[in-house]
């Protein structure tokens, strides 16, 4: 059963750093990218990046919102993917998910991470 | 950036009914579309891919249809169950992978 979990959420002041993960277990790791999506709270779903895998490189790309203070990243090895976040503000509340695909009939999210920048 | 608006943003209506909830983009997208169920505390639940193909275990209720610009997503004889949230979403020309700002259904 394919599965994914996030975790490292919490609070975390403006303009500080938070790194969060994304467990990936029940299928091959290294053969899938990796998307991030966020929610605001009682908002709606909005896209931050994807990271695609050893064979294309490890490119990434990124939403415009978050595009020089978000870095994906990953690691086959422990088929885990991060979500590394500096300069935080309080427009960067939301729960983060993780998705294996965001085109085509894939369909696995994780079950979220609430991230809360706040003094 | 193609931009997805979803229309109503809430509808009320009653358990038996069908329910009628609409996606436009704001280029042509081909069937490059997929629709979410959001409920409260859960992650998003992919119903539709590929604009009209349902998803794994997906009932029959849940019909999706449209290309290019417009797109439908249909459900049939509301049940309990199936007051929520949708978000369409566009995966043909990315970044950004762009969703729309959603659709409430709610009981009458």
């Known amino acids: 059963e394919v599965q994914l979990v996030e975790s490292g959420g919490g609070l975390v002041q403006p303009g500080g750093s938070l790194k969060l993960s994304c467990a990936a277990s029940g299928y091959t790791f290294s053969d899938f990218a990796i998307h991030w999506v966020r929610q605001a709270p009682g908002k709606g779903l909005e896209w931050v990046g994807r990271?695609?895998?050893?064979?294309?490189?490890?490119?990434?790309v990124y939403a415009a919102s978050v595009k020089g203070r978000f870095t994906i990243s990953r690691d086959d090895s422990k088929n885990t993917a991060y979500l590394q976040m500096n300069s935080l503000n309080t427009e960067d509340t939301a729960v983060y998910y993780c998705?294996?695909?965001?085109?085509?009939?894939?369909?696995?999210w994780g079950q979220g991470t609430l991230v809360t920048v706040s003094s | 950036e193609i931009v997805m608006t979803q229309s109503p943003s809430t509808v009320s209506m009653s358990p038996g009914e069908r329910a009628t909830l609409s996606c436009r983009a704001s280029?042509?997208?081909?069937?490059?579309l997929a629709w979410y169920q959001q409920k409260p505390g859960q992650a998003p639940r992919l119903l539709i891919y590929d604009a009209s193909t349902r998803a794994t275990g997906i009932p029959a209720k849940f019909t999706g249809s449209g290309s290019g610009t417009e797109f439908t997503l249909t459900i049939s004889s509301l049940q309990s169950e199936d007051f929520a949230v949708y978000y369409c979403?566009?995966?043909?020309?990315?970044?950004?992978?762009?969703f729309g700002q959603g659709t409430r259904l709610e009981i009458k």
């Open positions: 998705t294996r695909r965001l085109d085509g009939g894939d369909g696995y």
């Open positions: 280029q042509s997208i081909g069937s490059d």
């Open positions: 990271i695609r895998t050893k064979t294309y490189n490890y490119v990434t």
């Open positions: 979403q566009q995966y043909n020309n990315w970044p950004p992978i762009t």
